[in-house]
């Protein structure tokens, strides 16, 4: 068991629990991401360990970024591709992954929830890419993980509507596995670790291994293209009224400029 800032790990079995603990709404950050990041190294190192459980404390599962906060947010995104680099380590990692959506996944805080293998969620829960509400490009390696889970038109529903999906849709359209009541989703996903990790270990890894080849890398390119347009559309005058009107709880007027 280890606890760093931001994120609680336990081990029970073969099974270990992250929990990110930034109630109620778990904005994400490079620190966030790379402490996950971090903890999967170790749990790759670990040969007891041979599936993971990835939950959050408090109302949503991962707001995303907090944009409230706009400049540290693009200080922490420009240079060097920080938050990029250590969002490609987590789909770099060896063993499964279950999502215990429980709330909001939103923005970057969807595309952690897509780095899991699977996500078991709730009728409560909702899911949604909303960067053009926000003036903005999709990140986190969502233009390539999100097609490839539930299909390109689906992903473009999400990406050019920003919409929110509930959990039954979710279910629906293949980017959860399970919706169970919101006060059973994360047994629901220990028991899904649980039924992986009786499984043969090597065995596990290999299969993974091919069934997730060059996906990291995929990411990694895709990212980086995310990059370069969210650079060039932060200084954008749509950008800061996309980001206004969401704080205000407005439609944007947008100028296309």
């Given at each position: 068991?280890?606890?760093?800032?931001?994120?609680?790990?336990?081990?029970?079995?073969?099974?270990?629990?992250?929990?990110?603990?930034?109630?109620?709404?778990?904005?994400?950050?490079?620190?966030?991401?790379?402490?996950?990041?971090?903890?999967?190294?170790?749990?790759?190192?670990?040969?007891?360990?041979?599936?993971?459980?990835?939950?959050?404390?408090?109302?949503?599962?991962?707001?995303?970024?907090?944009?409230?906060?706009?400049?540290?947010?693009?200080?922490?995104?420009?240079?060097?591709?920080?938050?990029?680099?250590?969002?490609?380590?987590?789909?770099?990692?060896?063993?499964?992954?279950?999502?215990?959506?429980?709330?909001?996944?939103?923005?970057?805080?969807?595309?952690?929830?897509?780095?899991?293998?699977?996500?078991?969620?709730?009728?409560?829960a909702r899911f949604a890419a909303?960067?053009?509400?926000?003036?903005?490009?999709?990140?986190?390696?969502?233009?390539?993980?999100?097609?490839?889970?539930?299909?390109?038109?689906n992903a473009e529903l999400m990406?050019?509507?920003?919409?929110?999906?509930?959990?039954?849709?979710?279910?629906?359209?293949?980017?959860?596995?399970?919706?169970?009541?919101?006060?059973?989703?994360?047994?629901?996903?220990?028991?899904?670790?649980?039924?992986?990790?009786?499984?043969?270990?090597?065995?596990?890894?290999?299969?993974?291994?091919?069934?997730?080849?060059?996906?990291?890398?995929?990411?990694?390119?895709?990212?980086?293209?995310?990059?370069?347009?969210?650079?060039?559309?932060?200084?954008?005058?749509?950008?800061?009224?996309?980001?206004?009107?969401?704080?205000?709880?407005?439609?944007?007027?947008?100028?296309?400029?």
């Amino acid at each position: 068991m280890s606890t760093q800032r931001d994120i609680h790990v336990e081990a029970n079995g073969h099974v270990t629990t992250i929990e990110i603990r930034r109630p109620p709404l778990n904005f994400f950050d490079v620190v966030l991401i790379k402490d996950i990041a971090d903890a999967l190294d170790a749990i790759d190192a670990d040969a007891n360990c041979r599936a993971v459980v990835l939950a959050a404390q408090g109302k949503a599962f991962c707001a995303g970024a907090d944009f409230s906060n706009a400049p540290a947010t693009a200080n922490r995104t420009r240079g060097g591709n920080e938050l990029y680099v250590e969002a490609v380590r987590i789909y770099r990692n060896r063993k499964p992954i279950v999502a215990a959506v429980q709330g909001a996944a939103i923005g970057g805080g969807l595309g952690l929830a897509i780095s899991a293998d699977f996500r078991v969620t709730c009728p409560e829960a909702r899911f949604a890419a909303n960067f053009t509400k926000l003036g903005f490009h999709p990140g986190f390696g969502l233009t390539t993980a999100l097609p490839e889970l539930i299909g390109k038109n689906n992903a473009e529903l999400m990406f050019y509507t920003s919409r929110r999906v509930t959990g039954e849709d979710a279910l629906r359209m293949g980017l959860a596995n399970l919706c169970v009541p919101q006060d059973q989703v994360r047994d629901e996903a220990m028991k899904l670790a649980s039924e992986i990790a009786e499984c043969s270990p090597l065995g596990l890894l290999s299969t993974r291994a091919t069934m997730r080849a060059g996906l990291a890398d995929r990411i990694a390119a895709a990212t980086d293209h995310e990059l370069q347009e969210q650079n060039r559309l932060r200084d954008t005058e749509d950008f800061k009224e996309g980001v206004k009107a969401t704080a205000e709880r407005r439609v944007a007027n947008f100028k296309g400029r």
